[in-house]
């Protein structure tokens, strides 16, 4: 049953179209009726004052006056219609009738009789209205009901020749009411015209403005308007991932707290309403065009992951025929701290292969110990452990890790070591290496020298040198403000050939053909990290004030490319750990 009714329940614009042509016709007729009694007043005014004029001049007449006064005298058993019929009272009234076209002329005595009447037979008889006012010296209009119908009538007193106050009779003139009628209409004609136009344009106008406002609601009904706006009103204060919806234009139509969050953090600026082209936000957002990403993109100290999705009106309807374009909705999300923890668990991926091959290492040592000692040859197990004890607990392929006096920074390289030992590298400590504090702050160390140390492997492994390696050197800087690491990592890669003025450039990489320059601008999927790291160390370092940049681009003939970075406050003098007292 509730079916039955939404299904033949109008739709909101045609209700709207219909209320409005209500009250069109509403205001129309009412006008039109308001013209029609106000003419119909103003012609009955006309015709009383018409009936005044012809009674004034039919009662000022000599004949008519001396006739009524000899008539008043005469007994009233001798004024009969016989008497009076054809009189020249009778004949004076007649004409003045027809010469007016009045609906009648009569004239009667001082007591209210008729003497002239267009109808002979009421002659001599009482007139069927009161003529008091008249007889008394008075003048009087109105429309009433009498003997020949409604009309328009006037009633103005009859005085004695010679005189100016004695009343002999009175004269009743009156115009047919039919009369009144058919002036209204002659002149109701062009109203009702022009009223029919008025409904017609209204009509006309009501629909241009429903199918305006169906295209403006594309098509959707309050209710539905309601619930979108409560759903994203939900939406967009209940997700962390920025929102932005953008229309076919290009102007911003959404822009949430995430959003604002993401992109442009301490702002206030409302950007509902302004051209995405002159809004200010990152250069990267007017490239997002149809079905776009993931893409990684550096905004300030954040990595974003940027997608987006075209929206169109049957992704709202289902049911709604055509797929009409609306713009496109981009999301943002934070992907930050998923960068730090990737550095972070990179890290420990390194180490823990550090500690797979020392237990690799220790269960060989063992093995060996215990061999020597089931063969009861106990001096040689004696000589083997010394020489153990002597060379340590495990040896890392990088050369020179004692000049690591930091055992963070000493077990970061010697793992990283191991990885680059397992691909061929040889990691080396450089001879400039001088460490004298310990590390403060491990998790933007390692973000920083193990993205450098990462793609010094990488170039060095794609490099054509048959001798690879890469070099690290790191040295320590305290003044009274607080210490300061700084790092250089070389390798024998081929270089940046060119490169280095878009190294930094979010999005940009090493790895595959980029859009910037199809011919020899690299990049790869940014979702895979490639074209991140390098904007994200240097964003970490001048975040600390500090940077990131390239010494050497090197070359294929020479050597690969040098980086360099400077990390203040991650370096102290002070002891790691205070003893208990």
Same mark, same amino acid.
């Given at each position: 049953?509730?079916?039955?009714?939404? /299904?033949?329940?109008?739709?909101?614009?045609?209700?709207?179209?219909?209320?409005?042509?209500?009250?069109?016709?509403?205001?129309?007729?009412?006008? =039109?009726?308001?013209?029609?009694?106000?003419?119909?007043?103003?012609?009955?005014?006309?015709?009383?004052?018409?009936?005044?004029?012809?009674?004034?001049?039919? /009662?000022?007449?000599?004949?008519?006056?001396?006739?009524?006064?000899?008539?008043?005298?005469?007994?009233?058993?001798? $004024?009969?219609?016989?008497?009076?019929?054809?009189?020249?009272?009778?004949?004076?009234?007649?004409?003045?009738?027809?010469?007016?076209? =009045?609906?009648?002329?009569?004239?009667?005595?001082?007591?209210?009789?008729? &003497?002239?009447?267009?109808?002979?037979?009421?002659?001599?008889?009482?007139?069927?209205?009161?003529?008091?006012?008249?007889?008394?010296?008075?003048?009087?209009?109105?429309?009433?009901?009498?003997?020949?119908?409604?009309?328009?009538?006037?009633?103005?007193?009859?005085?004695?020749?010679?005189?100016?106050? @004695?009343?002999?009779?009175?004269?009743?003139?009156?115009?047919?009411?039919?009369?009144?009628?058919?002036?209204?209409? *002659?002149?109701?004609?062009?109203?009702?015209?022009?009223?029919?136009?008025?409904?017609?344009?209204?009509?006309?106008?009501?629909?241009?403005?429903?199918?305006?406002?169906?295209?403006?609601?594309?098509?959707?009904?309050?209710?539905?308007?309601?619930?979108?706006?409560?759903?994203?009103?939900?939406?967009?204060?209940?997700? !962390?991932?920025?929102?932005?919806? +953008?229309?076919?234009?290009?102007?911003?139509?959404?822009?949430?707290?995430?959003?604002?969050?993401?992109?442009?953090?301490?702002?206030?600026?409302?950007?509902?309403?302004?051209? $995405?082209?002159?809004?200010?936000?990152? !250069?990267?957002?007017?490239?997002?065009?149809?079905?776009?990403?993931?893409?990684?993109?550096?905004?300030?100290?954040?990595?974003?992951?940027?997608?987006?999705?075209?929206?169109? &009106?049957? !992704?709202?309807?289902?049911?709604?025929?055509? /797929?009409?374009?609306?713009?496109?909705?981009?999301?943002?999300?934070?992907?930050?701290?998923?960068?730090?923890?990737?550095?972070? &668990?990179?890290?420990?991926? /390194?180490?823990?292969?550090?500690?797979?091959?020392?237990?690799?290492?220790? =269960?060989?040592? $063992?093995?060996?110990?215990?061999?020597?000692?089931?063969?009861?040859?106990?001096?040689?197990?004696?000589?083997?452990?010394?020489?153990?004890?002597?060379?340590?607990?495990?040896?890392?392929?990088?050369?020179? $890790?004692?000049?690591?006096?930091?055992?963070?920074?000493?077990?970061?390289?010697?793992? @990283?070591? +191991?990885? =680059?030992?397992?691909?061929?590298?040889?990691?080396?400590?450089?001879?400039?290496?001088?460490? *004298?504090?310990?590390?403060?702050?491990?998790?933007?160390?390692?973000?920083?020298?193990?993205?450098?140390?990462?793609?010094?492997?990488?170039?060095?492994?794609?490099?054509?040198?048959?001798? @690879?390696?890469?070099?690290?050197?790191?040295? !320590?800087?305290?003044?009274?403000?607080?210490?300061?690491?700084?790092?250089?990592?070389?390798?024998?890669?081929?270089?940046?050939?060119?490169?280095?003025?878009?190294?930094?450039?979010?999005?940009?990489?090493?790895?595959?053909?980029?859009?910037?320059?199809?011919?020899?601008?690299?990049?790869?999927?940014? +979702?895979?990290?490639?074209?991140?790291?390098?904007?994200?160390?240097?964003?970490?370092?001048?975040?600390?004030?500090?940077?990131?940049?390239?010494?050497?681009?090197?070359?294929?003939?020479?050597?690969?490319?040098?980086?360099?970075?400077?990390?203040?406050?991650? +370096?102290?003098?002070?002891?790691?750990?205070?003893?208990?007292?």
């Amino acid at each position: 049953m509730t079916q039955a009714r939404a /299904a033949v329940r109008l739709r909101f614009s045609t209700r709207v179209l219909l209320l409005q042509l209500a009250v069109v016709c509403a205001v129309v007729l009412m006008t =039109a009726g308001t013209f029609a009694a106000l003419t119909y007043q103003w012609l009955g005014d006309q015709a009383e004052e018409r009936a005044l004029a012809v009674a004034r001049t039919v /009662a000022s007449s000599e004949d008519v006056r001396r006739e009524t006064a000899t008539l008043a005298a005469t007994p009233t058993a001798l $004024l009969t219609p016989e008497t009076l019929a054809g009189g020249p009272l009778e004949d004076f009234a007649t004409s003045a009738q027809e010469r007016t076209g =009045a609906l009648f002329v009569v004239v009667t005595d001082d007591a209210g009789l008729r &003497l002239a009447h267009p109808n002979p037979a009421l002659l001599g008889q009482m007139v069927s209205t009161d003529p008091s006012v008249a007889l008394s010296g008075g003048e009087e209009t109105s429309q009433e009901n009498g003997t020949l119908g409604r009309s328009a009538r006037a009633k103005v007193p009859v005085f004695a020749p010679g005189s100016t106050t @004695k009343v002999v009779g009175e004269v009743s003139v009156g115009f047919d009411s039919d009369d009144i009628v058919a002036g209204m209409l *002659r002149n109701i004609v062009p109203v009702a015209l022009i009223a029919a136009a008025s409904l017609a344009l209204a009509a006309v106008a009501s629909t241009i403005m429903g199918a305006r406002l169906r295209r403006l609601t594309l098509g959707l009904e309050p209710e539905e308007i309601s619930g979108l706006a409560q759903d994203q009103e939900a939406v967009l204060r209940g997700v !962390d991932e920025g929102v932005i919806g +953008i229309s076919e234009n290009g102007t911003i139509t959404v822009f949430n707290e995430g959003a604002r969050r993401l992109l442009t953090p301490g702002s206030t600026l409302d950007y509902s309403g302004l051209s $995405l082209a002159e809004s200010g936000l990152p !250069d990267f957002l007017g490239a997002v065009t149809g079905d776009y990403g993931p893409h990684e993109h550096v905004v300030d100290e954040r990595v974003v992951i940027v997608t987006a999705r075209p929206v169109r &009106l049957n !992704d709202i309807r289902p049911n709604e025929k055509g /797929a009409l374009p609306l713009g496109r909705v981009i999301m943002v999300r934070d992907r930050t701290e998923v960068q730090a923890l990737t550095r972070q &668990l990179d890290a420990v991926n /390194a180490l823990g292969t550090a500690l797979r091959a020392q237990r690799h290492e220790f =269960a060989n040592r $063992l093995h060996t110990v215990a061999g020597l000692l089931a063969l009861d040859r106990t001096a040689e197990a004696r000589d083997y452990i010394g020489e153990i004890m002597d060379s340590g607990p495990l040896t890392y392929p990088a050369q020179d $890790l004692g000049l690591l006096s930091d055992p963070y920074l000493e077990a970061f390289i010697g793992a @990283k070591s +191991i990885e =680059a030992h397992e691909r061929g590298v040889e990691l080396r400590i450089g001879p400039g290496t001088s460490i *004298r504090g310990h590390i403060t702050d491990p998790q933007d160390v390692t973000a920083v020298l193990g993205n450098l140390l990462d793609n010094s492997i990488t170039a060095a492994v794609s490099g054509a040198s048959p001798h @690879k390696w890469v070099e690290v050197e790191v040295l !320590d800087e305290h003044t009274e403000s607080g210490g300061t690491l700084h790092l250089v990592v070389a390798d024998s890669g081929d270089g940046l050939r060119g490169e280095s003025g878009l190294i930094f450039t979010a999005g940009y990489s090493t790895a595959a053909p980029s859009p910037l320059d199809p011919i020899t601008a690299p990049m790869t999927d940014p +979702i895979a990290g490639h074209g991140v790291g390098l904007a994200l160390v240097r964003h970490i370092a001048r975040r600390r004030g500090g940077d990131v940049w390239v010494a050497d681009s090197g070359s294929p003939q020479t050597q690969g490319a040098v980086f360099c970075a400077r990390l203040p406050g991650v +370096i102290a003098l002070e002891p790691r750990f205070k003893e208990q007292p």
